[in-house]
């Protein structure tokens, strides 16, 4: 008795129940995966998951059993999956790890059960055969799905293919350039000299200053120091720190991306609530702070100051109140000059300092009109538009584009696109044209041309645009250039035709001289969301890169209105990646990736401008937020080298009929009833675009639900050179590391370099490093431009989604950046400033030029 008793209690030991355990996570993974696996077959999936999903619940079955088969079982599954992952997607790190790391864990699991099974030869016949009906159906859906991976693999060979034909650099230079002279050895020796007016402006540079949001209104990025090089920089040092004290109190969308200025001995910045200060370039003391007394409802999509203008009044006697001044705009619509010496308004600058720029605007709402980035200072016009919140209502604040004095405030002009021809306030009684595209970004200006450069918006709402003017059909998405001095247009050219997608125009232009068979031309370069660069002539808008009209995909719900072409560029290297396929969908474990392999075949999606749906979710790739955003490019214009930083992300969205969302409660900013909680979902925010027919549903962060990972495949961002002389990309590698990313919102902490989404710029130095933060993992990083290499890492305090800059003071090259984080982007908000430079021994053994 007492042995059989004993007998009893070994049969019911731990073995046993962890062997029951083992059976029952399969069975909890393996139904879910053979159920989902069939689903996916009847939408014209891969076959590969029905047969795992059924080796995983033989498997349980046989556990249950406590009999040997099922270790034969499931060693046949996963020789299967190895060779079906292999196989989809061959020894790319990131693309096994939903395929092979759980399966691995689950063998390891699996083998620990062996003490308890029995290895009896009267059942050993009935698992081997289960087994070969196991192995047959594995094998059989590796056959299946080879014909469905290698028509997809087909598919993406030819747009490879076609891409690297079309919209790769050439490998040899045209005939026109093989019958120029000999190019000058940089660009900036080919510069061709202008005729400029007589100036009645003071010209900026960059060296020891840094005076403007990308260095110079030029927007570069690029700074001539060489006193922190490749070999010296590991020994940068934190050398001081400023809080602004602007922080959310109740959840607001807080964040801030400002770059300071600096002139002199001095630096000006602005908080995420646009409090400017003067601090010492050199170590960071404050001189003064002015509070505008911004209130926190102003705030729109996230509170940010991205800059502000530095003015010298050509005007003014020296050492005069105002001589020198800063300018900035604040969320609830002020323009706001300041003393640089004293911090006190100007008197004679507006209605004592302060322009109010909701005159001619009309009836608007907290939030809803808030401009976030600097006026563009070209000769003495400050040229300024503003963030239109996204998503409202057709009846939005205007996209017009205005021209103040800098000495008096006064308003000079004002581009409304509904008003051809008229520059001036609208007559009494009536406001700019409503809903119109804005400018929400930083543009650029050329002093001697006299020209401004608008990165135009859309429309507003961003994804049907039935009733849109024939003004705002021709200006949405473009890049548009006016005369500064009277406000009419020079030239415009549109990147985007019909934009239903929100690929506005994010990033500032850069102004280069840009060398062409005949000689180095006076350039716009603007990136885009596409990933692709549009170079002009900023003279006359003429493309200096071949444009092509390639076929674009219709449908949807404006079938007759999408344009049926849209724009290439095909002679020079551009960033956009292949179209997605099935296997390029992701997460952590096979069922993961099952889910987001379920929704992919359940979208409509065709490429690059697939048409907006309202029946299926259709898939945008690039996303909104994809490519090149506000934070620009910075070049080097001696080695004509540029840096980019873009996003590699898609969007999972659809429309939602008027009806639906009238029955959620969602309603545009303006109305009374306003609720800004109303709209969410598992498939992210629902947003009214009042006065349309249709809503939208944007999941700008395709996700897993069950382990918050995205859906499509790592790397989400990257960072690449390309030489403007031989339009070759130099390098192209992911950005930004995995360590503050992790399954069910738990950080890694692993150093690996997954690629991040991005946003904010860098800035390029000639010793030939590129500082740039940006990513999601709160690291400020320095990047050898010749090879790539990260060479210096710092961790921040905060999210570095600003655009971080350079200049000397105290004998000392400082490096300053805002850690002031970004709510959209989920990275720590913060009130930082932070200064780093070389020990003061190592710095004085490097002069500056």
């Not at 900013?669 to 709209?679: C, Q, S, V």
């Not at 150093?751 to 860098?762: H, L, Q, R, V």
């Not at 003071?809 to 430079?837: K, W």
Request: charged fraction near 15%; include cysteine; aromatic fraction near 10%.
């Amino acid at each position: 008795m007492a042995e059989q008793l004993s007998s009893h209690a070994n049969h019911r030991g731990f073995g046993f129940w962890w062997t029951m355990l083992v059976a029952v996570i399969l069975v909890l993974f393996g139904l879910p995966i053979a159920v989902g696996g069939l689903w996916l077959i009847t939408l014209g999936g891969s076959f590969y998951y029905l047969p795992a999903g059924i080796g995983l619940l033989l498997t349980a079955y046989f556990l249950f059993r406590r009999e040997m088969n099922a270790v034969w079982i499931y060693l046949i599954t996963f020789v299967a999956t190895v060779i079906w992952a292999l196989w989809e997607r061959g020894f790319e790190p990131w693309a096994q790890v939903p395929r092979l790391v759980a399966p691995t864990v689950v063998l390891v699991l699996v083998l620990t059960t062996l003490p308890t099974l029995r290895r009896s030869t009267r059942r050993m016949s009935t698992g081997m055969a289960a087994a070969v009906v196991t192995l047959a159906g594995a094998l059989g859906a590796i056959s299946v799905a080879n014909h469905g991976v290698e028509t997809a693999l087909a598919q993406e060979t030819e747009t490879t293919a076609e891409e690297l034909t079309t919209a790769a650099p050439a490998p040899e230079a045209p005939a026109a350039a093989l019958e120029a002279p000999a190019a000058p050895a940089t660009l900036e020796q080919a510069a061709a000299p202008l005729a400029p007016p007589q100036p009645t402006y003071v010209a900026l540079e960059t060296g020891a200053d840094w005076p403007a949001y990308g260095g110079t209104h030029e927007a570069l990025r690029y700074s001539p120091l060489t006193q922190i090089t490749p070999d010296n920089v590991g020994e940068l040092e934190q050398i001081w720190e400023f809080r602004t004290g602007d922080l959310p109190e109740n959840g607001e969308p807080f964040g801030n991306q400002n770059t300071p200025v600096k002139v002199g001995n001095r630096l000006y910045l602005c908080s995420a609530l646009n409090k400017i200060s003067a601090l010492d370039a050199a170590t960071g003391a404050e001189f003064w702070t002015y509070d505008p007394q911004t209130p926190v409802d102003a705030i729109g999509y996230n509170a940010s100051c991205r800059g502000l203008v530095y003015f010298e009044d050509p005007t003014a006697e020296a050492d005069s109140l105002c001589a020198t001044r800063v300018v900035n705009l604040t969320h609830d619509a002020r323009m706001i000059a300041l003393d640089t010496q004293t911090g006190q308004l100007c008197p004679d600058f507006g209605e004592g300092g302060i322009v109010n720029l909701l005159v001619g605007i009309g009836d608007t709402a907290p939030g809803f009109y808030a401009p976030t980035s600097p006026p563009t200072l070209v000769r003495d016009v400050l040229v300024l538009g503003s963030q239109v919140s996204d998503g409202q209502t057709r009846e939005a604040p205007s996209g017009v584009i205005r021209g103040f004095s800098a000495v008096t405030g006064d308003l000079n002009w004002a581009w409304d696109m509904g008003r051809p021809g008229e520059t001036g306030l609208p007559p009494e009684g009536e406001i700019y044209t409503p809903g119109t595209p804005n400018v929400w970004t930083i543009m650029s200006g050329d002093d001697d041309l006299g020209m401004v450069y608008l990165p135009m918006g859309n429309s507003a709402v961003d994804y049907w645009g039935g009733d849109r003017s024939e003004a705002e059909n021709t200006y949405s998405t473009a890049i548009v250039a006016l005369d500064v001095e009277t406000g009419l247009e020079a030239w415009h050219y549109q990147t985007v035709h019909y934009d239903v997608w929100d690929y506005d125009l994010g990033g500032q232009g850069s102004l280069v001289d840009f060398p062409t068979a005949d000689g180095p031309v006076p350039a716009i370069i603007m990136p885009s969301k596409q990933a692709q660069f549009y170079i002009l002539n900023r003279e006359t808008g003429e493309p200096l890169v071949t444009i092509e009209e390639r076929p674009a995909p219709t449908g949807g719900v404006e079938p007759e209105r999408l344009s049926p072409t849209q724009p290439y560029v095909t002679d020079f290297p551009n960033l956009l990646k292949p179209d997605l396929t099935e296997a390029d969908m992701w997460g952590t474990t096979p069922l993961d990736q099952l889910w987001c392999r379920i929704q992919f075949r359940q979208a409509t999606y065709d490429g690059v401008y697939t048409p907006p749906t309202v029946d299926t979710p259709w898939i945008q790739f690039p996303g909104y937020n994809g490519g090149s955003d506000w934070g620009g490019v910075a070049i080097d214009p001696v080695k004509g080298i540029m840096i980019a930083n873009y996003n590699n992300m898609p969007n999972f969205n659809q429309l939602v009929p008027r009806e639906e969302v009238d029955a959620a409660g969602v309603l545009p900013i303006t109305d009374p009833n306003y609720d800004a909680e109303a709209g969410g979902g598992s498939h992210g925010s629902l947003s009214p675009q009042a006065l349309t027919p249709y809503g939208i549903r944007v999941n700008a962060g395709w996700r897993v639900p069950f382990t918050g990972l995205l859906c499509k495949e790592p790397p989400y961002g990257g960072i690449a050179a390309i030489d403007l002389n031989t339009r070759e990309v130099l390098w192209d590698r992911p950005f930004g590391s995995a360590r503050k990313n992790g399954p069910f919102g738990i950080p890694s902490m692993l150093p690996i370099d997954i690629g991040t989404p991005n946003n904010g710029g860098g800035v390029v130095t000639a010793s030939g490093l590129f500082f740039i933060a940006a990513a999601t993992d709160d690291i400020l990083r320095a990047v050898d431009i010749s090879t790539g290499e990260e060479v210096w890492q710092v961790t921040l305090p905060a999210g570095g989604q600003a655009t971080p800059m350079t200049y000397e003071a105290g004998g000392r090259q400082i490096l300053v950046i805002n850690a002031g984080g970004h709510d959209f982007m989920e990275t720590p908000i913060g009130d930082y400033f932070i200064a780093y430079a070389l020990p003061g021994d190592v710095a004085a053994q490097t002069e500056q030029p």
